[in-house]
């Protein structure tokens, strides 16, 4: 099947880099769908399938696939970081 404008969804998802390496991975809308990687690209490429199985259960549970949410959006906010002095009395 060709994709078309009209049957390809983008979602919104949420890249969170691990301490530890790799990214984990979710999408907002669509409540436990979930996937990691160990790079960037790797953890894009798993959360594609990962939301690609995630819409066909819905479609075999008999459920409605959501609407892409594009409202929601993550960026960068700079804070100041707070100090505190704690002296003893």
Same mark, same amino acid.
């Given at each position: 099947? %060709?994709? *078309?404008? $009209?049957?390809?969804?983008?979602?919104?998802?949420?890249?969170?880099? $691990?301490?530890?390496?790799?990214? *984990?991975?979710?999408?907002?809308?669509?409540?436990?769908?979930?996937?990691?990687?160990?790079?960037?690209?790797?953890? %894009?490429?798993?959360?594609?399938?990962?939301? $690609?199985?995630?819409? @066909?259960?819905?479609?075999?549970?008999? @459920?409605?696939?959501?609407?892409?949410?594009?409202? *929601?959006?993550?960026?960068?906010? @700079?804070?100041?970081?707070?100090?505190?002095?704690? *002296?003893?009395?």
């Amino acid at each position: 099947m %060709k994709a *078309t404008s $009209q049957n390809v969804l983008k979602y919104d998802a949420v890249f969170e880099e $691990q301490e530890v390496g790799g990214y *984990t991975v979710t999408v907002p809308v669509l409540p436990g769908c979930i996937s990691e990687g160990d790079t960037f690209e790797e953890a %894009k490429s798993n959360i594609a399938e990962a939301i $690609q199985v995630y819409l @066909e259960s819905l479609l075999m549970e008999g @459920e409605e696939i959501p609407d892409p949410d594009n409202a *929601t959006f993550v960026g960068p906010i @700079e804070v100041i970081r707070p100090s505190i002095t704690i *002296t003893s009395v």
